[in-house]
């Protein structure tokens, strides 16, 4: 082991707290689905979620907002189409282009699904007042955006 990395411990590290938290939650979502009856993932959860508060993303937005790449997208999409969740159609500006968009199904799921997401949150947050959730989603919310701007280098 080297002398640098003898210092580096994963409780001090953003990162890996930041990835056991998310695993945590990701976890207990997709147990209370399936709990539930409810047919999906919290992977497809996240990208309903984006659907439906902006209807008529293309897949490459889509893509964009999950930080996700083409592939990992059309499986995605594919999927919760076959679950009959979402509709795929054709852009308005590029004819190649699909959009995405909430079938019935997913418009009349979404808000009992996400009260039940929102009750998995609450949990996790559990004894943190205002303030600390606020200051640790300013901090997260930064930390990505300094990342991102590498991407755009």
Not at 53 to 71: A, H, M, N, P, V
Not at 81 to 98: H, N, P, T, V
Request: overall charge positive; proline content about 1%; aromatic content about 4%.
């Amino acid at each position: 082991m080297h002398s640098s990395t003898s210092q580096y411990l994963l409780s001090d590290s953003l990162g890996h707290l930041s990835t056991q938290l998310s695993k945590a939650i990701l976890r207990r979502i997709n147990v209370d689905l399936a709990r539930a009856g409810w047919p999906i993932t919290s992977e497809q959860w996240t990208a309903l979620v984006r659907i439906w508060s902006e209807e008529g993303l293309t897949q490459r937005q889509l893509g964009e907002r999950l930080i996700k790449d083409k592939t990992n997208v059309a499986r995605l999409v594919a999927s919760l189409e076959q679950l009959g969740w979402i509709s795929r159609r054709q852009g308005a500006s590029d004819r190649r282009e699909k959009t995405v968009h909430l079938t019935e199904t997913g418009r009349t799921s979404m808000p009992e699904v996400a009260a039940l997401v929102s009750r998995i949150l609450d949990i996790a947050g559990t004894g943190i007042d205002g303030h600390e959730m606020s200051l640790c989603k300013r901090v997260l919310l930064r930390a990505r955006q300094n990342l991102a701007a590498l991407d755009n280098k």
